[in-house]
């Protein structure tokens, strides 16, 4: 809403500026120290905004108590309420307005009634793509009665499972929330049992209507819809146990059915069993989050998977952020590992992932370990890989450091050493680069709240000093 007030040239209530009499004219106002005096309101109506008159402002002593059709030069006839508040804002000290007088009593048929005024304006022309889906619906029992739940997905992750008396109670509070919007018919009640013909037909009517919906932003990033999404307040048997996609290092998925709230370390477990993985080998791998193509987060023991899962709608890796990787960091514990088969294979496959992105340096080994690669001898690939620079070694994204003025910080972490690559605020790298070797590491210390990792180094006999890299990870 513009809300402003302001000096106007002199003028006749209906005879100020240029035009015909009765027909549009130009107006101008000047803004003053408390703006210029007026309020759009309404959304779209025919023949433009409705403008309201406030107080002693401007517009009132101009007597601009009418339709808007043209400002500044654009034609708004049609526009949105926002469009036309953003072109007032954009105006710095004047407006050039055309506008068309109207009868009083038509004035106030456009003006909105007293008691609505105070409700809130949405603008539902900003429009949005949402991977939003109803695939499938489970019969429940609970508490001796019988109903259906509908699972819904986000990009391919179950958010939540819902009877259809909670789509229409969503309905109903969109429809209070949103009064002027046009909602689209929600699948109607049916007094007796539903086919399973007839299901499938509700089904598709409740994912065609939170597509058409969630695809308004305003009305999909609402509270009540984001409640909506989320877990029921009505724990229903069984319909707590999620699906998982996990993506494994050979690029294949396995998908687990775990509680909504398993932490990591449950949610490991059941991956682990899913692909057939000893309880020895379990302990070289971990789960981690795909942040982007080229950094993933190991996942805290107490973290929650399926949080993580439902928050990132839009991943690195299509279906899942969730994703199975090596844990391990000495070759010589990695080459005991040679006999056995699984190990091996991941191991194998994630390092050439590793050396195609540049994190391993390859280098005049190229050629031979593309040739190995290409004949699946895994176990020579692997041995003539761990010599190259950047095996088993960890890097994280660029980020700021107090020991540059200019310029970021790409910190890895390996066996051997904690090494920091200077680069540009861009991440381009430079040719700057210090490693510090364990044994030079005198303490370290994490702040959270600043999110800042430090750690002190000494070197011969030189004094010790700190070193602060801001970063989330």
Partial sequence: MADEEGEARPGARNGAGEGPPGGPRVVRIVKSESGYGFNVRGQVSEGGQLNGVNGEGATHKQGVDLILTVLNGVNVEGATHKQVVDLIRAGEKELILTVLSVPPHEAESLEPPEESLGQAFYDYSEKQAVPISIPTYKHVEQNGEKFVVYNVYMAGRQLCSKRYREFAILHQNLKREFANFTFPRLPGKWPFSLSEQQLDARRRGLEEYLEKVCSIRVIGESDI??????????????????????????????????????????????????????????????????????????????????????????????????????????????????????????????????????YIKAEEKSYQLQKLCEQRKMVMYLTMLRTCEGYNEITFPHCSCDSRRKGHVISAISIRHFKLHACTEEGQLENQVIAFEWEEMQRWDTDEEGMAFCFEYARGEKKPRWVKIFTPY
């Fill in 225 to 358: 819809m984001q409640e909506f999404l989320s877990e029921s307040d009505e724990n229903y048997n069984g319909v707590s146990d999620v699906e998982l996609r996990v993506a494994l290092p050979d690029v294949s998925t396995v998908t687990v059915r775990v509680k909504k709230n398993s932490t990591t370390d449950q949610v490991y477990q059941a991956v682990a069993a899913k692909v057939g993985m000893d309880s020895v080998t379990a302990n070289y791998f971990a789960l981690f989050e795909v942040i982007n193509h080229s950094f993933v987060r190991k996942l805290a023991p107490n973290e929650f998977p399926h949080k993580l899962y439902v928050q990132n709608y839009t991943s690195a890796v299509p279906g899942t952020c969730l994703t199975l990787r090596k844990w391990l960091f000495t070759t010589e514990e990695e080459a005991l590992l040679n006999d056995n088969d699984l190990a091996v294979a991941y191991f194998f496959h994630q390092a050439v992932d590793d050396v195609k992105k540049g």
